[in-house]
């Protein structure tokens, strides 16, 4: 069993940063890729961000490439994001997950383990 807990989101105008992180307890990560998803109102869950156990893989949706960066800190067992030049579209409830696999993925179902989530808001 894995759990995850996150932290870091909060409210920020519009071209401003935040920085999210995971912690993960119960489990070493070792061969877990570690994602990051979000969901605003009204819509579905989306892929944001992927990174493998080495950190040398990393995966973006297209929406935040060249925005948001994707790291981990095996030793710390935490992931980070971190979110540069926000936009308002970005307002989400942001969620990290795991994957027990050597392949990343896009889609939610394919994430074992995940976190309850972080409110992020950007205002205009």
């Known amino acids: 069993q894995v759990q995850l807990v996150e932290s870091g989101g909060g409210l920020v105008q519009a071209g401003g940063s935040l920085r999210l992180s995971c912690a993960a307890s119960?489990?070493?990560?070792?061969?877990?890729?570690m994602g990051w998803f979000r969901q605003a109102p009204g819509k579905e869950r989306e892929f944001v961000a992927a990174?493998?156990?080495?950190?040398?893989?990393?995966y973006y949706a297209d929406s935040v490439k060249g925005r948001f960066t994707i790291s981990r800190d095996n030793a710390k067992n935490t992931v980070y994001l971190q979110m540069n030049s926000l936009k308002p579209e970005d307002t989400a409830v942001y969620y990290c997950?795991?994957?027990?696999?050597?392949?990343?993925?896009?889609?939610?179902?394919?994430?074992?383990?995940w976190g309850q989530g972080t409110q992020v808001t950007v205002s205009s």
């Open positions: 990174i493998s156990w080495s950190g040398l893989n990393t």
């Open positions: 119960g489990r070493t990560l070792r061969r877990y890729y």
């Open positions: 997950a795991t994957r027990h696999s050597a392949s990343y993925a896009t889609t939610p179902a394919l994430y074992e383990y």
